[in-house]
């Protein structure tokens, strides 16, 4: 695809289940984020993946909260034991980190909502 | 470290006014600095780059090294401009660094 793609778009879960969420970057992306948008709020940093670099993690609210990236490509946000606190947007990004011009590009974003 | 700061959470203008968002940054290097918009029901997007040196839907952004600051500014606001904006700082070859965001609405 030209974009970057999240799915499910939205999903309705109840308290207590788990959740993955998944991000498609752009083909050629080396880096991917994921941030978290709650309901009047702006961007809240999660997680950012670079090539094969250890991830960095600082943004990642609690152990309940991993983040995967295979292949350099796909990555999938897992929520454990969700708690309705957890309801949001995630947005995922990708760029290409090591040219002059770089931008990143976001995805629509998966609304979770906790039940 | 790297740190966006964006004073205004939320900030409210009058149609045909001059608007300005305050985007302040703390680096010690030479960052590369953008603004992102997200009108409603849309994704987040590109507006502009200061390397770009470039007036988007009339909107401009200056680097001010001296107060490390890169404010965005339109002299006239139009309703069409109501959306959420972040500034965001980038080390050449590492992360992009969001500020938590303004919500501008243009009132008619």
């Known amino acids: 695809g030209a974009g970057v793609s999240q799915s499910p778009s939205n999903k309705v879960t109840e308290k207590g289940k788990d959740v993955e969420l998944r991000c498609d970057p752009i083909?050629?992306?080396?880096?991917l984020y994921w941030y978290r948008q709650s309901l009047g709020q702006g961007l809240e940093f999660l997680i950012y993946?670079?090539?094969?670099?250890?991830?960095?993690k600082s943004g990642l609210p609690s152990d309940r909260f991993s983040a995967e990236r295979t292949g350099g490509s796909v990555s999938t946000l897992t929520i454990q034991r969700t708690q309705q606190e957890d309801s949001a947007v995630y947005l995922c990004?990708?760029?290409?980190?090591?040219?002059?011009?770089?931008?990143?590009?976001f995805g629509q974003g998966t609304r979770l909502t906790v039940v | 470290a790297q740190r966006v700061t964006q004073p205004e959470k939320l900030l409210s203008v009058f149609k045909g006014a001059p608007v300005e968002l305050k985007c302040n940054y703390s680096?010690?290097?030479?960052?590369?600095l953008f603004w992102y918009v997200q009108y409603s029901r849309q994704r987040l997007q590109l507006l502009l780059r200061?390397?770009s040196r470039e007036s988007i839907k009339g909107f401009t952004a200056d680097l001010n090294k001296g107060e490390t600051s890169f404010h965005l500014k339109k002299p006239f606001a139009q309703e069409e401009d109501s959306a959420m904006y972040y500034c965001a700082l980038v080390r050449k070859g590492n992360q992009f660094y969001f500020g938590t965001g303004t919500s501008l609405t243009v009132i008619p």
């Open positions: 083909s050629g992306h080396t880096a």
């Open positions: 990004a990708s760029s290409p980190t090591v040219t002059l011009n770089t931008e990143a590009f």
């Open positions: 680096y010690s290097g030479s960052p590369e």
């Open positions: 993946f670079q090539g094969n670099s250890a991830p960095d």
């Open positions: 200061h390397i």
